[in-house]
């Protein structure tokens, strides 16, 4: 059975711009995802790298289709897709989805940010949008693991500029949030996944360890918030959802 989120998580959400939902994805599910990831030569031929203030790079691979990968079966699954429906409380589409590949010693950080920062500038009238990272590798803290700043949603959007080759949001803001509101964490492990608001403010560090740090990211708009303008991202078109037992078919279990 899939599972579905509660009410008491929807509202868990809306008041902290995020939800960890610990083994979304059982240890075989993550092992076969693991496996496929690693040994997927496009992954690595279509990952591009992204530098931090630093100058130090983080790869990701974006693919803003859904094809005959496990990757998209996950996009699809009632798990992710089914709940952010639930979460987000309209239907909901595809935007695009990234494996992010924070490498051992070498993957650099992600500065501080909302995602509405960048998908506003693609013609998002709401930021009635949000993603699922889904831990593929074990993510912490001296690998790099997700930050959030809960609550942060609630500040609605924030001035974005240029830092390294990613978009920051205006370090004041993010500087008084940090002593208003709390710091957290998201320590994962394989299978656990992260629902997060688009406006909740975010980041990660370089992974200064000897452990990669893999992840999928699901990211979804709402049918209601078809852009108005063109983008590398689609505009508003239907989402099939499938049921667990084709997902897991197509991860091979
Ligand atoms: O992978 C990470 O650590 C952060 C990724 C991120 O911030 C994003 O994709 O918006």
Known sequence: MAKQLTEREKEQFHQDGFLIVPALFNKDEMLQLLQIAKS?????EDAYAKKDAAGNESKLAVRNELDHSPYAA???S???AGNMEFLLQDEVYHYHHKM?????????AWEWHQDYGYWYNNGCLYPDMASC?????????????LQVIRGSHHMGRIEHGKTGDQTGADLQRVEVALQRLELVFCELNPGDAVFFHSNTLHRSDRNGSEHPRWSLICCYNTRHNDPFL????PNYHPLEIWDEQRVRASLGI
């Open 74 to 76: 996950i996009v699809r």
């Open 100 to 108: 992010m590949l924070k490498e051992p010693k070498v993957g650099g």
């Open 78 to 80: 009632k798990r992710v």
């Open 40 to 44: 997927d030569r496009a992954i690595l």
């Open 133 to 145: 990272m889904l831990a593929v590798d074990q993510a912490t803290q001296a690998n790099g693991c």
């Open 230 to 233: 063109p983008s590398k991202h």
